[in-house]
């Protein structure tokens, strides 16, 4: 399975995800202009990168070609619990890794609970904890 799809830029919305410097990020706002006399419309999209929350802009043409992250969303089961470091077991197909907790799940982490993971370009983010 491919990391990354293929797509127009004319066809983006708000809260989907764009890959911007080869990071993925969920689109905050599109700016379009109007199309020129020679060329298509300009857009400007802003975005938060999905695991770092950072800002990133950019500028493109609205008949471009840009790439488009393979976004997962998994359910997993915390095995144990090391501090800020925990290990998981993937609920589909059984693979045990480590994960390290966000400061706003510290608390709630415990052995045999399940958190809900984003996964993107070989990188993993708790989302949440049921």
Do not use: W
């Not at 938060?48 to 990133?56: E, I, L, P, T, Y």
């Amino acid at each position: 399975m491919s990391e990354k799809l293929l797509g127009d830029a004319k066809d983006l919305k708000e809260g989907r995800y764009i890959l911007i410097d080869n990071i993925p990020c969920r689109i905050v706002n599109i700016d379009k202009s109007k199309s020129g006399k020679h060329g298509a419309a300009k857009l400007r999209i802003t975005a938060m990168g999905v695991f770092d929350n950072q800002k990133k802009v950019m500028l493109a043409p609205g008949d471009s070609t840009i790439e488009i992250p393979v976004i997962e969303r998994k359910t997993v089961q915390i095995m144990s619990v090391n501090g800020a470091e925990i290990k998981v077991m993937d609920s589909q197909t059984y693979e045990m890794y480590d994960l390290t907790v966000p400061e706003e799940f510290v608390s709630q982490v415990a052995p045999g609970k399940e958190a809900e993971i984003i996964e993107a370009m070989g990188t993993r983010k708790i989302e949440r904890i049921r």
